[in-house]
């Protein structure tokens, strides 16, 4: 069972930055890609960014504008999401995700198999 340990998360004022760790773990770690998701109170589960294992194809949801990066480590096992210029509207509790050997619309929820815990990201105005 692929297990997926997010980290980073907290409290940031206005215009700073927090990098998000994601690392998974488990016998048969196989997935196409691993992705980003947010959701803040009230709101959808909203796709924040997306990465494919093999190869590095990256993909953003539309709001990040350039401020947001994802990156992986393959020989950890881990991704990454640095967080610049955060905004209130950032508030949210972000997820870590992770696909299965196959995935082909990785800026939807349902293709993604493996959840993290979420990590809250709190932006103070």
């Known amino acids: 069972q692929v297990r997926l340990i997010e980290s980073g998360g907290g409290l940031v004022q206005a215009g700073g930055s927090l990098r998000l760790s994601c690392a998974a773990s488990?016998?048969?770690?196989?997935?196409?890609?691993m992705g980003w998701f947010r959701q803040a109170p009230g709101k959808e589960r909203e796709f924040v960014a997306a990465i494919r294992w093999s190869g590095g194809s990256i993909y953003y949801g539309d709001f990040v504008k350039g401020r947001f990066t994802i990156s992986k480590d393959n020989a950890e096992n881990t991704m990454y999401l640095q967080m610049n210029s955060l905004k209130s509207e950032d508030t949210a509790v972000y997820y870590c995700?992770?696909?299965?050997?196959?995935?082909?619309?990785?800026?939807?929820?349902?293709?993604?198999?493996?959840w993290g815990q979420g990590t809250p990201v709190t932006v103070s105005s």
């Open positions: 995700a992770a696909t299965g050997p196959i995935a082909t619309q990785l800026v939807r929820a349902y293709e993604y198999e493996y």
């Open positions: 488990g016998p048969t770690f196989n997935s196409y890609a």
